[in-house]
């Protein structure tokens, strides 16, 4: 069986394109640029990890999907919202998380870059499309979710020929359960980029890596990414 794998290179999809290779053949990996601050940072980590993995990389430009889009992500005026640990709480979402995902959402972006996947897919004759979406994150992203695997399994179901389905191996765990299991899987954490910014070292502030940073505080590890810029 082949997959397509969508990377970003944060903690999420590396770990999820690690446990798809254990048991399927990587066809290529997608990186999509959609003119995010951390863009060159996600874009030279994923090669990183493509090389790793010893499979063809190909980044996507939507230049489109920055013009529309106005959150913080992807506008440099407006703030990428600064969180604690004691902001988060993975159990349910609250006022100050649901705020942050408002701040940094981009208009149907997994929607579009699923749709652009299974053209890939379907062409390359692969059955799966990798994605890290994950149980803690569709708390406040709701395209992060079971129920949206299962709606696009179903949608593809009609817009491609071989009936590509989306695989995504995190789907029932929290951030701590991903990064336990991406180090049994060996995957290559010490270039995973989770921050939203693409400085050149994570800003540990954001919700990205202030959830990060958690999981790997709760797993009892310290994070390779840290370790390895000598933070
Ligand atoms: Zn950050």
Redesign the pocket.
């Known amino acids: 069986m082949k997959a397509i794998t969508l990377l970003s290179s944060g903690l999420d999809s590396v770990a999820a394109l690690a446990i798809a290779a254990e048991s399927l053949e990587i066809e290529m990996a997608l990186t999509f640029d959609y003119g995010q601050r951390a863009c060159r940072r996600e874009i030279e980590y994923s090669r990183k990890v493509c090389e790793h993995f010893g499979i063809e990389h190909r980044v996507i430009k939507l230049d489109w999907l920055a013009e529309i889009t106005h959150t913080s992500l992807v506008n440099r005026e407006e703030e990428?919202p600064a969180l604690s640990l004691e902001d988060i709480d993975e159990a349910a979402p609250t006022a100050i998380t649901e705020a942050s995902a408002k701040a940094v959402w981009v208009p149907n972006r997994n929607g579009v870059m699923l749709n652009i996947a299974g053209s890939f897919a379907e062409s390359r004759g692969c059955d799966y499309l990798v994605v890290g979406f994950n149980e803690e994150e569709a708390g406040t992203f709701p395209d992060n979710s079971l129920d949206y695997v299962e709606a696009m399994d179903h949608a593809f179901s009609y817009s491609t020929q071989n009936g590509v389905r989306v695989l995504a191996p995190l789907i029932k765990l929290g951030k701590t359960e991903i990064v336990k299991k991406a180090l049994e899987v060996k995957a290559p954490l010490e270039y995973s980029w989770?921050?939203?910014?693409g400085e050149e070292t994570?800003?540990?502030?954001?919700?990205?890596?202030?959830r990060r940073a958690r999981a790997f505080k709760n797993a009892g590890v310290k994070d390779p990414l840290l370790e390895r810029s000598g933070i």
């Open positions: 990428v989770s921050c939203y910014h994570p800003c540990r502030k954001c919700e990205s890596c202030v």
